[in-house]
């Protein structure tokens, strides 16, 4: 689905990118790799229980239905990275907004542990985890209907999945300096193995509060984006 709601100029703002400003983060190399490597793994296991129960049963339904409302058709045709610098370069978030998007992904996960990230719903889990922690940390932000046009799904579906992560987080959406440090550690240990050590940016206000989240273990000036189908 394409979003077809009207931007308007009281709407959205309308930033100024510096050259510098279009360079393409090092947070979202490095999360890009982790997300996909766990997607894989996650679609691999799937696939495992679906031909296990010969078609008998779904194995999504097995998984969980806490991320259903996630799920779309079909796997989208652009890939994860690619979807993460599309968000970055039209939203203009602060990178640190992708780290803790990923905070909140990692939190699902451990509060719906019989929901798997697949390539059904990644997506749409990422543009509603990067639109949720843009409007914690940034002062100034794109609304709800931007971030739909940019992420290729329409305002009201987009509406809907706001309020759906928000519940399924229990409204746990603080994240505080100590642990945002640990999740950039932990991306950066995972990054070691496989190419040579990149630090990630970190900007977060040091007067959030605190929390006990744990890391899991296995694992622009266009105003008008070239559209992304998100089925």
Do not use: W
């Amino acid at each position: 689905m394409l979003a077809t709601g009207e931007l308007t100029a009281n709407s959205i703002r309308q930033p100024e990118l510096s050259q510098s400003e279009q360079t393409t983060p090092r947070v979202l190399t490095i999360l890009s790799t982790v997300i996909e490597k766990l997607v894989a793994r996650n679609d691999r296991l799937v696939d495992g229980l679906n031909h296990q129960m010969n078609g008998m049963s779904s194995g999504l339904t097995r998984l969980g239905k806490s991320l259903n409302a996630f799920h779309g058709v079909r796997a989208p045709s652009i890939s994860v990275q690619k979807y993460l610098e599309r968000l970055y370069k039209y939203t203009n978030c602060s990178p640190s907004c992708f780290v803790v998007g990923y905070v909140y992904m990692d939190r699902l996960a451990h509060k719906h542990p019989d929901s798997l990230v697949i390539s059904l719903n990644v997506h749409r889990l990422l543009v509603t985890s990067v639109l949720v922690a843009s409007k914690m940390l940034d002062d100034v932000h794109y609304n709800n209907a931007f971030y739909a046009r940019v992420g290729g799904v329409s305002n009201a579906e987009l509406n809907r999945l706001e309020i759906e992560f928000l519940f399924l987080l229990d409204f746990g959406v603080m994240v505080s300096s100590r642990i945002f440090e640990n999740y950039c550690l932990h991306l950066e240990k995972e990054m070691m193995l496989n190419v040579a050590v990149q630090k990630i940016e970190r900007v977060i206000p040091s007067n959030s509060l605190d929390d006990v989240t744990e890391i899991s273990v296995e694992d622009t000036q266009n105003l008008s984006p070239p559209q992304v189908v998100v089925d």
